[in-house]
């Protein structure tokens, strides 16, 4: 199991769980990062965060910081 | 009985422009999430049915969540104003997400009917809707719709009228686990009695999820609550996993399932948006792309396009309508009083600032545009990491680029974000950025600059407008590391998860419209402030104590503006601008920004009498600038004092704190007098030498780079500020 916030770009993983608590974590899940989804690491700005993903058929940007709460496998 | 329809629906859906068609206003509509802060309401056209039945534009969600403020708004209204209908917009080509709201507002009580918006868009992208099958999944009618181009729009208001007449409370479909059904059921049971039956899922639901502000609405007896928290424990045990994410997860499961049956998608392919966004936003191009959009925003508004205009009106226009009415004065035989009042005063300053209109108009327009097809929220991705690098996120940015229109709406956007600390640092900071008023005075001191620097002669300039929206964006950089290092703006960074739309060509109407509406509120302006503002100047400007009696005056030196702007001189003059006539012109931006440049041109027409050449008005007003190293400290202290009345009364509004309030005019002035004073006094040292100012200068340099430099004593901070959802109930 690894972050998110460790995934190449390019990859496509799947979620196994969303730790940490609280307003992020429910805004997270909120926008369809919930377990079992597919998300697909599309590509980093320029300076080099956040990192912007495929989820759900949307485009989703999250800083590396936040990703960090999303393990993936 | 005239009906209540809500518009819910996520951020970017098409929401605003849905209920601009419904109700014929014209609200804005932006491509990037959170447009709608605040609730609108509006009445339904006649043409769609009753045009008694009322339309309220909820602000865009994703979720009924209890975490942002825009949640807490749309949940209250829907549960406390009771509407009789909830139209669900549901964006057809996202359809997963969207959906996910819909299962939390089919849980309110509140008879649903969704809109499948974006309709037009299906056929494109080669998915099919089963909307037949897909209703008869979430128990509520689904009406196909294209809000942009007005299609199914009758049908819609037809179907929702029938939905809430019928008021037919179903109970939503089941779309939990047995066990978690089987303990909403318990809960259900033990709330109190007034809540209404068909609301009592949604409560049971939320107090299951702990949500805080349920729990604490509702009141409930201690053992009461141990049989919920029993009823939870249960659950979380099972499933291995907390109330939140088992409902949450839930929900996307039933979504998803949902999806299978409803939806056909023919296979996924680039659409042109993201071929666009692989380049726009690219490792390598995504920040020259955004310096050179910028720059060329900036540029093609000034200088050229929006330039022509203004030269045309400020040489050709003005002078014209000056002469043709004093003339027509003077064969009235008018007094000559009154006709200096009109011809110098009036028209003089108002043509000033007028003149400055193509240029406005093209800036709003090219920032429309840039909002409209998903440009702006993008500049929030690639702009981030140096955002948060100063402590800011980059939805802070969103604000910061409004503001270059005007500032009004870029302190009302700063709603979108969620700490306290941030919003309050960027309703603070907004205003650095040079907005559409502040181009006239950009405009004439940058003439005044390459006048002294390159030309020796006055032209009018525009290079300085791109140079001094980076010199706004470093205040605000500035400010933000100074600040944030202070316990009042200390917190963690603000998390960001933000969704990034499909861009889209921009639509002319919102485009057009969008851009009237601001030139609208500037000519109201213009024509009601500006105007009272113009003849005062004039007054005060002309009137004063000369040989023993109060009257009008042959030079302006002896006038009561004369007086006035002398006596608070003094204060400016560490600062370069030490004359009366740019200290009156500064105090005269305090009712707006572009009243500077009108105040100047009366001062300057008074002073050259009459005349009607920009080059020599230029030159009169250069006179006052003893160097080009004060001309620029005078701009750079307007740049950054308070900004106007009316970007004043909205930073009070949206501080929502009286001292706070405060605190930011104290700052914004302080901070404008310190910058320029160093600016000012650092640039005259080659050539004039070291003096006590210079002393002063260093010593305050000293303290800002200590300020910018020292360590963070609030680094290791692990809470986040605190939200004031409370605010919004």
Request: charge should be neutral; hydrophobic fraction near 45%; include cysteine.
């Given at each position: 199991m690894m972050s998110l916030k460790d995934v190449p770009v390019g990859q496509t993983v799947r979620v196994v769980k969303i730790d940490g608590d609280g307003a992020v974590r429910r805004r997270i899940m909120d926008m369809g990062i919930t377990k079992g989804t597919e998300l697909y690491v599309r590509k980093v700005a320029p300076l080099g965060d956040p990192v912007e993903l495929t989820v759900r058929g949307y485009e989703l940007t999250v800083r590396k910081n936040d990703a960090d709460i999303i393990k993936v496998g | 009985m005239a009906l209540k329809f809500a518009l819910a629906g996520n951020p970017n859906c098409g929401k605003t422009t849905m209920f601009n068609a419904l109700t014929g206003s014209n609200q804005y509509v932006g491509n990037w999430p959170g447009v709608t802060?605040?609730?609108?309401?509006?009445?339904?056209?006649?043409?769609?049915?009753?045009?008694?039945?009322?339309?309220?534009?909820?602000?865009?969600?994703?979720?009924?969540?209890?975490?942002?403020?825009?949640?807490?708004?749309?949940?209250?209204?829907?549960?406390?104003?009771?509407?009789?209908?909830?139209?669900?917009?549901?964006?057809?080509?996202?359809?997963?997400?969207?959906?996910?709201?819909?299962?939390?507002?089919?849980?309110?009580?509140?008879?649903?009917?969704?809109?499948?918006?974006?309709?037009?868009?299906?056929?494109?992208?080669?998915?099919?809707?089963?909307?037949?099958?897909?209703?008869?999944?979430?128990?509520?009618?689904?009406?196909?719709?294209?809000?942009?181009?007005?299609?199914?729009?009758?049908?819609?208001?037809k179907q929702a009228a029938i939905t809430g007449a019928e008021n037919s409370h179903a109970l939503p479909p089941e779309i939990f686990s047995k066990e978690l059904e089987a303990a909403i059921k318990n809960v259900e049971m033990i709330l109190p009695a007034s809540i209404p039956q068909q609301k009592r899922r949604w409560y049971a639901i939320k107090i299951l999820e702990n949500d805080s502000k349920v729990s604490a609405q509702l009141s409930l007896s201690d053992s009461q609550l141990k049989v919920i928290a029993a009823e939870r424990a249960a659950i979380e045990k099972k499933e291995d996993s907390d109330m939140e994410s088992i409902v949450t997860d839930a929900r996307y499961a039933f979504i998803q399932k949902a999806v299978k049956a409803a939806v056909k998608k023919s296979g996924e392919k680039l659409t042109t948006s993201d071929k666009i966004d692989q380049i726009v936003t690219s490792r390598i191009f995504g920040i020259p792309i955004f310096v050179g959009i910028m720059f060329l925003v900036y540029y093609l508004s000034i200088n050229s396009m929006g330039g022509f205009f203004t030269d045309w009106i400020n040489d050709v226009a003005t002078p014209w309508v000056q002469e043709a009415v004093s003339n027509g004065?003077?064969?009235?035989?008018?007094?000559?009083?009154?006709?200096?009042?009109?011809?110098?005063?009036?028209?003089?300053?108002?043509?000033?600032?007028?003149?400055?209109?193509?240029?406005?108009?093209?800036?709003?327009?090219?920032?429309?545009?840039?909002?409209?097809?998903?440009?702006?929220?993008?500049?929030?991705?690639?702009?981030?990491?140096?955002?948060?690098?100063?402590?800011?996120?980059?939805?802070?940015?969103?604000?910061?680029?409004?503001?270059?229109?005007?500032?009004?709406?870029?302190?009302?956007?700063?709603?979108?974000?969620?700490?306290?600390?941030?919003?309050?640092l960027t309703i603070m900071t907004a205003t650095f950025i040079p907005c559409g008023a502040k181009l006239p005075v950009i405009a004439l001191m940058g003439g005044i600059i390459t006048s002294y620097s390159v030309t020796g002669k006055f032209t009018a300039g525009g290079w300085m407008a791109p140079m001094m929206y980076f010199v706004g964006i470093a205040a605000v950089l500035i400010s933000a590391v100074m600040l944030k290092k202070t316990k009042p703006f200390s917190g963690k960074a603000a998390p960001f998860v933000m969704e990034l739309p499909q861009y889209h060509i921009p639509q002319p109407k919102t485009v057009l419209m969008h851009v009237w509406e601001r030139l609208k509120a500037f000519l109201k302006k213009a024509g009601t402030v500006l105007f009272l503002a113009t003849l005062v100047m004039w007054f005060l400007s002309s009137f004063g104590v000369e040989g023993g009696r109060f009257g009008l005056v042959d030079t302006p030196n002896s006038s009561v503006l004369a007086a006035i702007g002398g006596a608070i001189a003094v204060i400016f003059r560490p600062l370069g601008f030490g004359e009366w006539q740019p200290v009156a012109a500064t105090i005269s931006g305090f009712t707006a920004k572009e009243s500077i440049v009108s105040t100047m041109g009366v001062l300057a027409h008074v002073a050259s009498d009459a005349s009607e050449d920009t080059a020599v008005v230029g030159q009169a007003i250069a006179s006052w600038f003893p160097s080009a190293a004060a001309a620029f400290s005078f701009l750079l202290f307007n740049l950054l004092d308070s900004p106007c009345l009316a970007a004043i009364g909205t930073m009070a509004a949206e501080m929502n704190d009286r001292k706070w309030f405060w605190f930011a005019i104290l700052y914004q002035n302080v901070f404008a007098y310190v910058s320029s004073l160093i600016v000012y006094q650092l640039w005259i040292l080659p050539a004039n030498g070291f003096t006590a100012w210079t002393a002063v200068a260093v010593v305050l340099l000293i303290i800002m780079l200590y300020l910018l430099f020292r360590p963070d004593p609030y680094k290791n901070m692990k809470t986040y500020s605190k939200r004031s959802v409370t605010e919004a109930a």
């Amino acid at each position: 199991m690894m972050s998110l916030k460790d995934v190449p770009v390019g990859q496509t993983v799947r979620v196994v769980k969303i730790d940490g608590d609280g307003a992020v974590r429910r805004r997270i899940m909120d926008m369809g990062i919930t377990k079992g989804t597919e998300l697909y690491v599309r590509k980093v700005a320029p300076l080099g965060d956040p990192v912007e993903l495929t989820v759900r058929g949307y485009e989703l940007t999250v800083r590396k910081n936040d990703a960090d709460i999303i393990k993936v496998g | 009985m005239a009906l209540k329809f809500a518009l819910a629906g996520n951020p970017n859906c098409g929401k605003t422009t849905m209920f601009n068609a419904l109700t014929g206003s014209n609200q804005y509509v932006g491509n990037w999430p959170g447009v709608t802060v605040e609730k609108k309401e509006g009445k339904m056209k006649g043409k769609f049915g009753s045009s008694d039945t009322i339309v309220t534009d909820l602000p865009g969600i994703y979720s009924l969540s209890p975490y942002t403020l825009e949640e807490v708004v749309s949940r209250d209204y829907i549960l406390g104003e009771n509407p009789d209908v909830i139209i669900d917009l549901v964006d057809a080509t996202n359809i997963e997400r969207n959906l996910y709201l819909t299962t939390q507002l089919i849980e309110t009580g509140v008879p649903v009917v969704i809109a499948l918006n974006m309709a037009d868009l299906l056929k494109k992208r080669g998915i099919r809707v089963d909307t037949e099958r897909l209703g008869s999944i979430l128990g509520c009618e689904v009406v196909p719709t294209s809000a942009l181009r007005g299609e199914g729009l009758d049908k819609l208001a037809k179907q929702a009228a029938i939905t809430g007449a019928e008021n037919s409370h179903a109970l939503p479909p089941e779309i939990f686990s047995k066990e978690l059904e089987a303990a909403i059921k318990n809960v259900e049971m033990i709330l109190p009695a007034s809540i209404p039956q068909q609301k009592r899922r949604w409560y049971a639901i939320k107090i299951l999820e702990n949500d805080s502000k349920v729990s604490a609405q509702l009141s409930l007896s201690d053992s009461q609550l141990k049989v919920i928290a029993a009823e939870r424990a249960a659950i979380e045990k099972k499933e291995d996993s907390d109330m939140e994410s088992i409902v949450t997860d839930a929900r996307y499961a039933f979504i998803q399932k949902a999806v299978k049956a409803a939806v056909k998608k023919s296979g996924e392919k680039l659409t042109t948006s993201d071929k666009i966004d692989q380049i726009v936003t690219s490792r390598i191009f995504g920040i020259p792309i955004f310096v050179g959009i910028m720059f060329l925003v900036y540029y093609l508004s000034i200088n050229s396009m929006g330039g022509f205009f203004t030269d045309w009106i400020n040489d050709v226009a003005t002078p014209w309508v000056q002469e043709a009415v004093s003339n027509g004065l003077t064969a009235l035989h008018a007094n000559s009083v009154f006709i200096s009042a009109i011809s110098n005063g009036v028209i003089g300053g108002l043509g000033a600032v007028l003149g400055f209109t193509p240029q406005m108009a093209f800036l709003f327009l090219f920032l429309s545009i840039l909002e409209d097809c998903g440009y702006m929220v993008r500049i929030a991705f690639v702009m981030d990491r140096v955002f948060r690098h100063f402590g800011l996120s980059g939805k802070s940015f969103i604000p910061l680029l409004i503001s270059s229109g005007c500032g009004v709406p870029g302190i009302m956007s700063s709603k979108t974000i969620d700490q306290d600390n941030d919003r309050r640092l960027t309703i603070m900071t907004a205003t650095f950025i040079p907005c559409g008023a502040k181009l006239p005075v950009i405009a004439l001191m940058g003439g005044i600059i390459t006048s002294y620097s390159v030309t020796g002669k006055f032209t009018a300039g525009g290079w300085m407008a791109p140079m001094m929206y980076f010199v706004g964006i470093a205040a605000v950089l500035i400010s933000a590391v100074m600040l944030k290092k202070t316990k009042p703006f200390s917190g963690k960074a603000a998390p960001f998860v933000m969704e990034l739309p499909q861009y889209h060509i921009p639509q002319p109407k919102t485009v057009l419209m969008h851009v009237w509406e601001r030139l609208k509120a500037f000519l109201k302006k213009a024509g009601t402030v500006l105007f009272l503002a113009t003849l005062v100047m004039w007054f005060l400007s002309s009137f004063g104590v000369e040989g023993g009696r109060f009257g009008l005056v042959d030079t302006p030196n002896s006038s009561v503006l004369a007086a006035i702007g002398g006596a608070i001189a003094v204060i400016f003059r560490p600062l370069g601008f030490g004359e009366w006539q740019p200290v009156a012109a500064t105090i005269s931006g305090f009712t707006a920004k572009e009243s500077i440049v009108s105040t100047m041109g009366v001062l300057a027409h008074v002073a050259s009498d009459a005349s009607e050449d920009t080059a020599v008005v230029g030159q009169a007003i250069a006179s006052w600038f003893p160097s080009a190293a004060a001309a620029f400290s005078f701009l750079l202290f307007n740049l950054l004092d308070s900004p106007c009345l009316a970007a004043i009364g909205t930073m009070a509004a949206e501080m929502n704190d009286r001292k706070w309030f405060w605190f930011a005019i104290l700052y914004q002035n302080v901070f404008a007098y310190v910058s320029s004073l160093i600016v000012y006094q650092l640039w005259i040292l080659p050539a004039n030498g070291f003096t006590a100012w210079t002393a002063v200068a260093v010593v305050l340099l000293i303290i800002m780079l200590y300020l910018l430099f020292r360590p963070d004593p609030y680094k290791n901070m692990k809470t986040y500020s605190k939200r004031s959802v409370t605010e919004a109930a």
